[in-house]
């Protein structure tokens, strides 16, 4: 039975976003949250009232770019890519995400022999 | 293949649109009915609205360098920008009004600052007066008498907290690259020190210098130093003057400033304490300054000052009288007239500033009327009121910010030359003074002078050359004409020169009467009058033939030729239009010589080719000046003729924004009558008789302004008559000319609003009913 899935955190969308992008290549928004269903198998919730902003953000900052093109359905759709400053920015979040992950772990450790 | 831009807004609808058209298709393929998957797919979406607002939200954005606000003033900067450029004749109008309005009036100030308003910056200067001998009647006259010069610079000085005196010579120095005349200043010792001029380098004069019998010592000018090099190991050497050596003991900044020579030929020598200058020079201690004690007025100094002349004449009477008068130094910077037309110039500059401001606002008026629509519009989309006015303002900012930029151009434009009226053809003028110890005789004399006219003649470039003998100015002697009364309104100065009979040739002076001098002539009582000369003594008659003299005293020259106009002594009001012509007489040649030489090609090659002549003949003669007939004109002119050109610019200006003042008020008139005009066309109404009648809108208002300015003209006419040259203030001629000239412009300027009240479609304008 599939566990229920795991709001994502707030303030991390970004990160996610970039990542994804990173390893996805040129993605419009709705390809980004399929990436990101596919990569957690659907574990992760990345509500779509979320992600728009967050790109729409990360763009703002110049850490993706946006271009507009028409999907392999003839549809008008925004296409994100990585920029160099966002690579960079990435790298830069990842090595926080596992400072991170690494204290949480260390305070919500159960105490040893518990 | 890129989709057409969109509007930002629809962006944001299609991402959100594409996203919930894409989940809806996923959901199709995993099964669900499309009607179904359409509704998950915007159920999962959760809030269009919301995200959207958020998007929005996003890119008008908090953050940035400059904050919400000031990317907003961004924004509306280039909306501003861009509705400037979709009506650039406005935008330049404006651009143009407020920069000739601004600029002028800067200019003219900076004009005021220099000549007018700075204070002089010599120590405690508002306390200096200078003493001025009075004639017997109590004019002031420049400069005092010898006998009181030495008294007020001995026993008398205990009347003031400090005295300084100068007198200014020319010598020549022998020792530089060519013989060259210099202005010495002689000057009571201390003198920089009480004036606050500072010493640059090495030491000013002490009371030792002054001393009967101590070797001769000077000061060279800062200026005079920079321009020789600045050379620091000059000081303790010893120069060579005409009158023998003098050592340089150090250099003065500069603070006495003498128009012939500036302070780029200038040096300062001692007055000794014995006064002997006074006997030496011809011109003795031109100037005398005073400095008042400490809390006394210049009225309450000048009846102390009063009462001991009084004392003095009793004593010890003199040919002329003791009496002096007092004046505060600044009054030497500009002359009295020259004030006046200094203020005449700050008037003008003003009314041209308004002129600028109101043509702005014409035309900004205009423009909003016409764009009541747009803004209309803007506040339906949802523009708010602080919008619109930011967008406003922007668009202010930016037309001033262009105008100020145009302004300062426009200020730094120096004086269109101005027409002197006459061809300055190409000629230059040299002017002599032999050496007496090498020429003695007046043989001596006329050879150089003879082989230096040949040399010159001999060379190419030189068309003619005629070498004027003598010339100066007839002072104090009225004119008067054979068989008439003698006129009252006498000028001042008459300039006169001997001249050889080649003169009129060379200058290119053709004769209106009579003719010129032959070799007949010389040494007989003939003369060449100029035409002014003649019509100030017989009137329109032919003078030919006649006869006038100088004074009672006078010898009775008889005219045998008229010439149009002489500059023999430039255009200085003071010394009037009225010149003559003596033949010279060649048994007699003194030292001074003028050379006027003619080309054909650059007359700025004369100058170099006559020292070059000169040296080739004689290395040690040195020369009083050589320059161009126009280099010649500007400097004898100076500020009257700096003046005039100011004013010529500032008419233009003025006439331009008259022009475009014309143009804002018609322009907004026509706006304001659309709705008649229109209604008028759309009944028939012929639009030749419109075009017409907005013309002579135009052409009325000009009239009516041209009728004001000329009843301002001739009230303030006395005010600018120092301006002018051989015109009289309320001539005529002039202000019938502007009048005409003002009305051609207006015309010109009403031409567009005519024309434009005759392209409103009447059927728009009953639409908008």
Redesign the interface.
């Known amino acids: 039975m599939p566990r229920p899935a795991l709001s994502v955190l707030p303030g991390t969308v970004t990160s996610l976003a970039l990542s994804a992008l990173e390893q996805g290549g040129r993605m419009?928004?709705?390809e980004v949250?399929?990436w990101l269903e596919t990569q957690t198998d659907g574990q992760l919730l990345v509500?779509?009232?979320a992600l728009?902003?967050a790109l729409?953000?990360l763009e703002?900052r110049g850490l993706i770019r946006g271009?507009?093109?028409?999907?392999e359905?003839g549809?008008?759709?925004?296409y994100y890519t990585l920029t160099a400053a966002g690579r960079k920015e990435l790298a830069r979040e990842r090595v926080q995400w596992a400072r991170y992950a690494a204290l949480m772990d260390k305070v919500m450790a159960p105490e040893a022999g518990s | 293949?890129?989709?057409p831009?969109q509007p930002p807004d629809r962006?944001f609808d299609?991402?959100?649109a594409?996203?919930i058209?894409?989940?809806a298709?996923?959901l199709i393929r995993s099964g669900w009915d499309p009607p179904e998957a359409e509704a998950e797919a915007r159920r999962?979406?959760?809030?269009p609205a919301?995200?959207r607002a958020?998007?929005e939200a996003?890119?008008r954005?908090r953050?940035g360098p400059l904050g919400a606000w000031g990317r907003g003033f961004l924004r509306d900067l280039r909306l501003a920008a861009r509705s400037l450029a979709r009506a650039p004749t406005f935008a330049g109008a404006v651009v143009l009004s407020l920069a000739l309005g601004i600029g002028a009036a800067a200019s003219a100030f900076a004009v005021l600052d220099a000549l007018l308003l700075r204070p002089l910056a010599y120590r405690h200067a508002e306390r200096w007066v200078y003493l001025n001998a009075t004639t017997p009647s109590g004019a002031a006259t420049q400069g005092q008498h010898a006998a009181q010069a030495r008294y007020w610079l001995t026993e008398g000085k205990d009347v003031f907290d400090g005295l300084v005196g100068w007198g200014s010579d020319q010598v020549v120095r022998l020792d530089g690259l060519e013989p060259e005349a210099l202005s010495v200043v002689t000057v009571t010792p201390g003198t920089e020190r009480e004036l606050g001029i500072p010493v640059v380098a090495g030491r000013g004069f002490t009371e030792q210098d002054a001393v009967p019998g101590a070797p001769d010592v000077v000061l060279l000018t800062e200026a005079y130093w920079r321009r020789t090099g600045a050379d620091s190991s000059l000081i303790g050497r010893t120069i060579r003057l005409e009158t023998g050596p003098a050592a340089v003991v150090g250099v003065v900044g500069s603070g006495l400033r003498f128009p012939s020579y500036g302070d780029e030929r200038q040096m300062w020598a001692v007055l000794r304490s014995d006064l002997s200058y006074l006997d030496r020079s011809a011109r003795g201690v031109q100037a005398l300054w005073g400095l008042l004690p400490e809390g006394v007025p210049l009225a309450v100094q000048q009846s102390r000052l009063d009462a001991r002349t009084a004392a003095l004449e009793e004593q010890q009477p003199l040919p002329n009288p003791w009496g002096v008068r007092l004046r505060p130094i600044d009054a030497l910077n500009a002359g009295a007239e020259t004030r006046q037309a200094l203020w005449v110039l700050f008037g003008t500059t003003l009314a041209l500033l308004v002129m600028g401001l109101v043509s702005a606002v014409n035309l900004v008026l205009v423009r909003a009327t016409t764009r009541t629509r747009e803004l209309a519009v803007r506040t339906a989309l949802g523009g708010t009121r602080g919008a619109l006015f930011r967008l406003l303002l922007a668009e202010g900012l930016l037309l001033g910010l262009a105008s100020g930029a145009l302004a300062v151009l426009v200020a730094r434009v120096r004086l269109l030359a101005v027409d002197p009226g006459f061809e300055t053809e190409r000629i230059a003028e040299a002017r002599l003074m032999l050496s007496p110890t090498r020429y003695e005789t007046d043989a001596a004399r006329a050879d150089l002078l003879r082989r230096l006219e040949d040399a010159l003649e001999a060379r190419p470039e030189i068309g003619g050359v005629t070498v004027v003998s003598s010339s100066g100015f007839a002072f104090g002697d009225p004119l008067e004409a054979e068989g008439r009364r003698v006129r009252e309104d006498q000028p001042e100065l008459v300039p006169f020169a001997a001249v050889q009979e080649d003169f009129l040739n060379v200058l290119g002076i053709a004769p209106v009467s009579g003719r010129g001098f032959v070799t007949a002539d010389a040494g007989t009582d003939h003369a060449v009058v100029d035409a002014d000369l003649a019509r100030f003594l017989w009137g329109q008659g032919d003078p030919v033939g006649r006869r006038f003299r100088l004074g009672a005293e006078g010898a009775w020259w008889t005219v045998v030729g008229v010439v149009p106009e002489l500059r023999l002594m430039g255009r200085d009001q003071r010394s009037g239009p009225y010149q003559y012509l003596l033949p010279a007489d060649p048994a007699k040649t003194g030292g001074y010589a003028e050379f006027r030489m003619r080309t054909a090609g650059d007359p700025a090659r004369l100058p170099p080719l006559f020292r070059e002549t000169l040296r080739e003949l004689d290395p040690e003669q040195w020369i009083w000046s050589v320059r161009t007939a126009e280099e010649a004109l500007a400097e004898e002119e100076g500020i009257p003729r700096f003046l005039v050109a100011i004013m010529t610019t500032l008419a233009s200006l003025a006439t331009l924004l008259a022009a475009l003042g014309v143009y804002g008020v018609l322009a907004v008139a026509v706006e304001r009558r659309r709705r008649e005009l229109g209604i008028r066309i759309a009944l028939g109404a012929g639009l030749r008789r419109l075009r017409r009648s907005v013309l002579l809108d135009g052409v009325k208002l000009a009239g009516l302004g041209a009728m004001v300015g000329g009843a301002v003209a001739m009230a303030g006419a006395g005010y600018v008559g120092a301006l002018l040259y051989e015109l009289e203030p309320r001539d005529p001629r002039a202000l019938a000319t502007a009048a005409a000239v003002i009305l051609a412009v207006a015309a010109v300027a009403a031409w567009v609003p005519a024309v434009r009240a005759t392209r409103v479609d009447p059927a728009e304008v009953l639409r908008a009913e």
């Not at chain 2, 999962?44 to 809030?47: I, K, L, T, V």
């Open positions: 419009h928004g709705f949250l399929s509500e779509e009232g728009y902003p729409h953000r703002k271009d507009w093109g028409i999907s359905k549809r008008r759709a925004k | 293949m890129t989709p831009p962006d299609d991402e959100i594409h996203h058209r894409e989940r298709d996923a999962r979406f959760g809030d919301g995200v958020a998007l996003i890119r954005g953050g």
